[in-house]
């Protein structure tokens, strides 16, 4: 019963803004665009490629931010995010660790020519440590 309330917490005060679209601030839809705008500053080159590639910076990490990362990270890493989630009563981690995540493979990323190798080497975040 315990974990039943803990999760009808989270979910109220989280997850259901990641599942509605809305231009609130911390809603899927202004959560992708702080990604896009993190990248655009911090990585204008990789964000130019994927224009280039037919592609975008949205394009390629919706999934990761609409779930939270919970398709995509190990569980120990996954709740190591969701305790920062929680300790800064934000859901604004996520779009940074997007980025990051990003960031860290730019060279890679430069070096695809199609969408599909931009998804392959996006694709592996089970070794991705976020701690």
Sequence with gaps: KEIYVIFREMYARYWCKLNTITNGDEHLVNLCLQCQNILQRTQPKVAY???SLGTGVIEQTIDWIRFAFARH???????LLWDR??????????PILAAAIISFRSSSLLATETKAQVAEVLGETA???VA
Excluded: E, G, T
């Design 127 to 129: 070794r991705l440590n």
């Design 85 to 94: 989630v929680i300790a800064f009563d934000s859901l604004l981690v996520l």
């Design 73 to 79: 990270l190990q569980v120990d890493q996954l709740l």
């Design 49 to 51: 490629h994927f224009k």
